[in-house]
C-alpha cells in the first residue's frame, strides 16, 4: 500500500529530527570542525541522506540555531503568560530554571553558542541569526507590551526595551552554563527573584 502524503511528511520529519540530532551530538565532540560525515556517522544515516534535507553544513548550523532560538522564545512566552501577574525576576528567574533544565537534558547551551561563533564566522549565517533574533525580540515584546496594558508591568521603558533585557539575560545565562558550568549557577533564578521582587501591591 503506498504511503500517504501525511506518512511521508511524518516520515520527513522524523528523519529530519534524527540528523539534527546527531548533528548536535557532533557538535557536542567536534565544535566547528564538524563536517557533515560527522553528522551523518552521529545521525545513523548515509551523507546521502543527510544530503537530501540539508545542503550542508551551514544549512544544519542554521537549522540547530532556529530551534535552539524557538526553544527559548517558547520558554519566554510561556513563563509570561503563565505568570502574568508576577514580577519580571520571578517570569526570568521560571525561564532560567527551564533553560537549565533543557540544558541537562540535550546540551542546549553548547550547541547554542557554537551556532553563535559560526554566525561570526559566516556572513550568511549571522544575517540569518540576526533575522531570528529580530523576530524573537518582536515577539517576546508583544507579549509584555500586552502585560504592560494589564498594569502587570509598567508602561515603561518600552516592550522592545524590555524584551532586549530579557534576551539578553537569558543568553548570557546560556553563555555562562558553557564556561563555568551548572554548578555554579544554582542560584541564578534566586538571584533574579531578589533583583526584580513583586512590588508592593502584588501577592
Do not use: C
Request: charged letters at 15%; a neutral charge; hydrophobic letters at 50%.
Amino acid at each position: 500500500m503506498p504511503r500517504t502524503e501525511e506518512a511521508n511528511q511524518q516520515l520527513r520529519s522524523v528523519q529530519r529530527a534524527k540528523i539534527l540530532a546527531g548533528a548536535r551530538a557532533a557538535f557536542a565532540r567536534r565544535g566547528s570542525a564538524t563536517t557533515m560525515a560527522d553528522v551523518a556517522a552521529a545521525a545513523g544515516v548515509s551523507q546521502g541522506l543527510a544530503y537530501r534535507y540539508f545542503a550542508g553544513k551551514d544549512e544544519v548550523v542554521l537549522a540547530i540555531a532556529q530551534d535552539n532560538i524557538r526553544e527559548v522564545g517558547a520558554m519566554i512566552r510561556a513563563v509570561t503568560q503563565e505568570r502574568s501577574g508576577d514580577s519580571i525576576g520571578i517570569a526570568l528567574a521560571a525561564a532560567v530554571e527551564l533553560i537549565q533544565a533543557k540544558n541537562q537534558q540535550t546540551g542546549l547551551a553548547g550547541i547554542g553558542v557554537q551556532a553563535w561563533a559560526e554566525a561570526l564566522r559566516n556572513p550568511k549565517i549571522g544575517v540569518a541569526f540576526g533575522e531570528m533574533l529580530s523576530t524573537l525580540r518582536a515577539e517576546v515584546a508583544g507579549v509584555i507590551m500586552h502585560h504592560q496594558t494589564t498594569g502587570a508591568i509598567p508602561a515603561q521603558p518600552t516592550a522592545q526595551s524590555l524584551a532586549s533585557v530579557m534576551i539578553g539575560i537569558l543568553m548570557g545565562h546560556i553563555a555562562q552554563l558553557v564556561l563555568l558550568g551548572d554548578d555554579a549557577l544554582t542560584d541564578v533564578p534566586d538571584a533574579l527573584r531578589a533583583l526584580w521582587p513583586p512590588s508592593p501591591d502584588q501577592p
